[in-house]
């Protein structure tokens, strides 16, 4: 089994409490409201929200997956970070990966603004390599959900506050 790891940070003009909330508290009433094309519904499994949360997430009529589990590792609401495994789904077995494990930090930028750093370890089966389109194509779509919350954010100034 190997390990693969990718780093990303972005920048976000909402202020890190209101983006943790929205983003990553409750983002799964949030994008199946503004995307249902990307997001349809997520159906808690196990948990009541805090860690060991094991979630189901169902993608929209347009993608090439049916559906992945998460299962939340940690969640520090006073520091803005998120940790989370995606643990089951065809998105991992067609490309087989065991899971993958996220970090992700909203840090308080000096406009009052987020800067967004996460990190995500590919756990591969056997001595399969990640490859790169792979890992941007879904920094992409993470990236272009990301943009539609932060712009739901701006044009609902009231929300998430």
Do not use: C, W
Not at 86 to 93: F, P, R
Not at 120 to 134: M, R
Not at 140 to 154: D, H, N, P, T
Request: glycine content about 8%; proline content about 4%; overall charge negative.
């Amino acid at each position: 089994m190997g390990v693969f790891t990718y780093e990303t940070e972005f920048t976000s003009i909402i202020p890190p409490a209101r983006l943790f909330r929205s983003f990553i508290l409750d983002v799964d009433n949030l994008i199946p409201k503004i995307a249902p094309q990307a997001i349809k519904g997520t159906e808690i499994l196990q948990g009541d929200g805090k860690p060991g949360t094991i979630k189901k997430v169902t993608f929209g009529e347009g993608s090439q997956f049916g559906s992945v589990t998460h299962k939340i590792d940690g969640i520090d609401k006073d520091n803005f970070v998120y940790n989370y495994s995606l643990i089951e789904g065809d998105v991992l077995s067609d490309h087989k990966i065991e899971k993958v494990s996220y970090e992700t930090k909203l840090l308080a930028s000096a406009d009052g603004g987020t800067a967004v750093k996460s990190i995500s370890n590919y756990h591969t089966i056997a001595d399969v390599e990640i490859k790169e389109e792979h890992v941007k194509a879904g920094k992409e779509k993470a990236s272009q959900l990301f943009k539609l919350v932060e712009g739901y954010l701006l044009a609902n100034p009231e929300s998430y506050n």
